[in-house]
């Protein structure tokens, strides 16, 4: 298909307003995307129609809600080749989904001394939850280091890796730097050593092809959000035979399969790992996001976002006193860079004040950070409806603050 730009930015009434009376140009996709109608009409039709409560339904509205959640699960097994629909839990976002592998992996698995191996270019969310676990269990979170050109250190796994290693964690995409990380060969060389794998694929899957049985991943987690879906909705992929042997993370209804005073027995999965009334409304318009991105395909947006990449890469390098962080050479469409002294906070504010949004600040990736020794980046990440357009508006307004800051 080619791309049909204007379409696709037709779905998007939001962005055709003014900021600050100027065209608005948005840039910080990594944190969040905006919303598409056919994601607003979903949210709407499900309250105006049927609104009811899922599962153990007894009436038409709870039914026909249970239908419309319950073919999401479907859809995100297709959109990730999961073997099965039991391999996909809902959660509040990728945050949720670590934690919860985190405290129920390593409730069953981690004992003193036991290792997990987190890399260095990890989002917080991914950091902290195995922090927690291993304070808990007396383990300990070894790094996986990352390169000057924003690489993981791959090689060093077979070093890294003992009898007392207990899983991987590491991003497919990083938040900070654009680097897809080769994980279909880190999962390689953990498997060797029957060492599981989490994937934190937040910054992927809205970019990136995925296949999750292609990977060979055994978990794999994700936000709404961040896919032009509501937030407030994560996913959690796990293969059954993790999931089967791990314990629940949450108590409460819809994870039990009888409950007296003296025992509980729970659900089967993926039920077990859903307590409680999970977003409703917010899994069934994420539907609603998912068809939208398979109907643009993934190889398609993969390649007109690389476009941009290359496009806004080449004109940023005309800057001078530009660097940016992160070159490997397989990346998404993520820009980090600094300029001069000057602090980043100090551009995204004029930027901001020109109608570009972009993002400043340690992006919750404080390791990172401290390994490049910086306080920030300002950072620049592309979506769907970007264009080399918006890019030209960018340059302009970058310049036009880096004359005003000097
Ligand atoms: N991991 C990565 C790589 C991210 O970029 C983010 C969001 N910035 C998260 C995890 C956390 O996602 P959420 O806030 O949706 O839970």
Redesign the pocket.
Known sequence: MSYDIQKIRSWFPVLSQQVFNKPLVYFDN??STQKPVQVLNALQKLHNEFYGNIHRAAHYMADKTTLEFEAVRDKVKDFINAGSREEIIFTK????SANLVAASYGEQFLTRGSEIIVSEME?H??IVPWQLVALNKGAKIVKLPVSESGELQTGLLPELINSKTRLISV?HV??VLGTINPIKQIIETAHVRNIPVFI?G??AVQHIPVDVQELDADFYAF?A??MYGPNGV?VLYGKKKWLEQLPPYQGGGEMISEVTFEKTTFSEIPFKFEAGTPNITGVAAFGAAIDLLQEIGLDNISAWEHDLLEYATSRLKGINGLKIFGEAPKKSGVISFLIDEIHPFDIGALLDKMGVAVRTGHH?ADPLMKFYNIPGTIRASFGIYNTKDEIDLFMDSLKRAKELLN
């Open positions: 990594a944190a976002g990728t945050t949720e989002h969310s991914n991003t990083s938040n934190d937040a910054q936000s959000h961040k994560g919750c």
